[in-house]
């Protein structure tokens, strides 16, 4: 097809209103625009970006119904349920008129993120092929399709017994209590529902990932036997967009002036994204665990972190007075600067997807500190696979304070910072004419070849 008559299709993207689903998704929305694409994105009130922020997308609006709902973790499931149920109508209305106009390019199809499913309702009716995009690793999405057969097989749930340390062979490097759910208990019929829609994509015309091929290989490769349909591993989305400013949060810029004033690598950045919750039990053994360990710090301790209290003043202020000058500590960070800075020479993570993607860029090792969804998954991957991160025992402060000390002070943290080194440099192939580039042009011709009416 000549490039002028494609140049002015239309992608529409629906991205899942939380941090770090907004964020990859746009950024996916940046790359496709700069090869041609027009962009246009439908997002709910609640959680929505200023569309001023980004003049080059349309915006549309989702009337989602969760005025009146208070943010907090165990609300979350609520949430994009009443999500779902109200954005189905206002989704087709916006569709429709979308496919009826002339002005505003052709729509070639919708991507969007599969918790938003009222999209695989509505698309179908209006013949207009979707794309699922995954925010997580291939790994995670295998492990819960590994569940689903499980399931299916009736050997879950496991006898209250089992040794859930020992591995599971068909889920390689995992063991049975890094699935997303307990093995021993039942598990409910909603859950069971949800895994099995997750990992069902029969409506979709592909996959598209934020993820590398050589990070996520053979999980990748297992996915592919099973679903038949095209799979676009074309991470990390943040190297090859144009920066875009998603944050959600205001971010504290003041902490870089500060990391330019510490030595080369010797700065542990502590942030556990924006949705993970701790007690504050947690919250004082880690401090105390990073302040006897001696390492400056700049720690994010965001409002939602202890679910409801302020954890910065949660913090006792012996704390605070034996760490003042080696301790910086914000609500929020420019995290993606924070990880490029010099200065920073280890990462205390809860192994968010887009924190991994980020922090695997810049060739600094990790402690993992998982806290759900697919962070188990990923914390098993930086530790036994890449070999870039330990885990930290959390119940202690010993245990935190034996986690800083390894990385950023041992023989076995030296060897991770090499380890990390090097797949930084394996990222950087991928995207400078490797997997992710190829991965990002066939998606793009995969797009073009798309037409409304068909899958
Ligand atoms: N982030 C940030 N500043 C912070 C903490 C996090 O900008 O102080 C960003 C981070 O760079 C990442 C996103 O928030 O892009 C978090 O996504 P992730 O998948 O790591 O975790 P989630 O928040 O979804 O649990």
């Given at each position: 097809m000549e490039k002028t008559e494609w140049r002015r299709k239309r992608v529409v993207l629906v991205p899942y209103p939380f941090q770090g689903h907004i964020t990859p998704l746009l950024q996916l929305g940046s790359v496709l625009r700069s090869h041609g694409f027009s962009i246009t994105v439908l997002q709910t009130n609640f959680n929505s970006l200023d569309p001023s922020d980004h003049?080059?997308?349309?915006?549309?609006?989702?009337?989602?119904?969760?005025?009146?709902?208070?943010?907090?973790?165990?609300?979350?499931?609520m949430m994009t349920s009443v999500m779902n149920a109200n954005?189905?109508?206002?989704?087709?209305e916006h569709m429709s008129r979308m496919l009826e106009e002339e002005d505003g390019g052709e729509v070639a199809c919708i991507i969007y993120d599969s918790l938003m499913k009222f999209v695989d309702i509505v698309a179908p009716k209006l013949k207009v092929p979707t794309i699922v995009f995954r925010v997580n690793p291939a790994a995670f999405t295998h492990s819960l399709v590994i569940l689903s057969e499980f399931l299916q097989q009736k050997l879950i749930p496991l006898p209250e017994s089992s040794d859930l340390d020992v591995m599971?062979?068909?889920?390689?490097?995992?063991?049975?209590?890094?699935?997303?759910?307990?093995?021993?208990?039942?598990?409910?019929?909603?859950?069971?529902?949800?895994?099995?829609?997750?990992?069902?994509?029969?409506?979709?015309?592909?996959?598209?990932?934020?993820?590398?091929?050589?990070?996520?290989h053979w999980p990748l490769q297992q996915l592919l036997q099973r679903w038949s349909i095209p799979s676009f591993p074309v991470g990390p989305l943040h190297k090859s967009a144009k920066l875009l400013q998603t944050s959600l949060i205001e971010e504290d810029n003041a902490c870089l002036s500060w990391l330019d004033r510490q030595s080369p690598n010797s700065v542990l950045f502590v942030s556990l994204g924006s949705l993970s919750v701790m007690d504050e039990e947690e919250l004082i053994n880690m401090a105390w665990g990073i302040a006897k360990s001696?390492?400056?710090?700049?720690?994010?301790?965001?409002?939602?972190?202890?679910?409801g209290s302020d954890p910065i003043k949660t913090l006792p202020q012996e704390f605070k007075e034996m760490t003042r000058k080696r301790g910086y500590m914000v609500k929020w960070a420019p995290q993606k600067k924070v990880l490029e800075h010099s200065a920073i020479g280890g990462f205390l993570?809860?192994?968010?997807?887009?924190?991994?993607?980020?922090?695997?860029?810049?060739?600094v090792p990790l402690i993992c500190r998982p806290s759900f969804g697919d962070h188990m998954v990923i914390s098993r991957y930086i530790t036994?696979?890449?070999?870039?991160?330990?885990?930290?025992?959390?119940?202690?402060?010993?245990?935190?304070?034996?986690?800083?000390?390894?990385?950023?002070a041992s023989e076995e943290g030296k060897m991770m910072k090499q380890r990390a080194v090097k797949l930084k440099q394996e990222i950087e192939q991928s995207i400078n004419g490797g997997t992710s580039h190829e991965s990002i042009a066939c998606l793009v011709e995969f797009i073009i070849s798309l037409t409304v009416g068909r899958k």
């Amino acid at each position: 097809m000549e490039k002028t008559e494609w140049r002015r299709k239309r992608v529409v993207l629906v991205p899942y209103p939380f941090q770090g689903h907004i964020t990859p998704l746009l950024q996916l929305g940046s790359v496709l625009r700069s090869h041609g694409f027009s962009i246009t994105v439908l997002q709910t009130n609640f959680n929505s970006l200023d569309p001023s922020d980004h003049p080059y997308f349309t915006f549309l609006t989702l009337p989602d119904g969760l005025e009146g709902y208070d943010f907090y973790f165990n609300n979350i499931l609520m949430m994009t349920s009443v999500m779902n149920a109200n954005c189905k109508a206002p989704f087709e209305e916006h569709m429709s008129r979308m496919l009826e106009e002339e002005d505003g390019g052709e729509v070639a199809c919708i991507i969007y993120d599969s918790l938003m499913k009222f999209v695989d309702i509505v698309a179908p009716k209006l013949k207009v092929p979707t794309i699922v995009f995954r925010v997580n690793p291939a790994a995670f999405t295998h492990s819960l399709v590994i569940l689903s057969e499980f399931l299916q097989q009736k050997l879950i749930p496991l006898p209250e017994s089992s040794d859930l340390d020992v591995m599971v062979p068909e889920a390689y490097p995992l063991r049975y209590k890094d699935f997303l759910l307990p093995v021993t208990q039942e598990i409910p019929e909603p859950v069971v529902e949800f895994i099995q829609t997750y990992t069902n994509v029969q409506s979709n015309a592909a996959v598209i990932w934020n993820s590398v091929e050589s990070l996520d290989h053979w999980p990748l490769q297992q996915l592919l036997q099973r679903w038949s349909i095209p799979s676009f591993p074309v991470g990390p989305l943040h190297k090859s967009a144009k920066l875009l400013q998603t944050s959600l949060i205001e971010e504290d810029n003041a902490c870089l002036s500060w990391l330019d004033r510490q030595s080369p690598n010797s700065v542990l950045f502590v942030s556990l994204g924006s949705l993970s919750v701790m007690d504050e039990e947690e919250l004082i053994n880690m401090a105390w665990g990073i302040a006897k360990s001696e390492q400056p710090f700049l720690w994010v301790l965001h409002p939602n972190l202890l679910n409801g209290s302020d954890p910065i003043k949660t913090l006792p202020q012996e704390f605070k007075e034996m760490t003042r000058k080696r301790g910086y500590m914000v609500k929020w960070a420019p995290q993606k600067k924070v990880l490029e800075h010099s200065a920073i020479g280890g990462f205390l993570t809860h192994c968010g997807w887009n924190s991994i993607l980020e922090v695997l860029c810049e060739g600094v090792p990790l402690i993992c500190r998982p806290s759900f969804g697919d962070h188990m998954v990923i914390s098993r991957y930086i530790t036994q696979e890449w070999k870039v991160g330990i885990e930290v025992e959390v119940k202690t402060e010993d245990g935190y304070e034996r986690a800083v000390r390894t990385l950023m002070a041992s023989e076995e943290g030296k060897m991770m910072k090499q380890r990390a080194v090097k797949l930084k440099q394996e990222i950087e192939q991928s995207i400078n004419g490797g997997t992710s580039h190829e991965s990002i042009a066939c998606l793009v011709e995969f797009i073009i070849s798309l037409t409304v009416g068909r899958k």
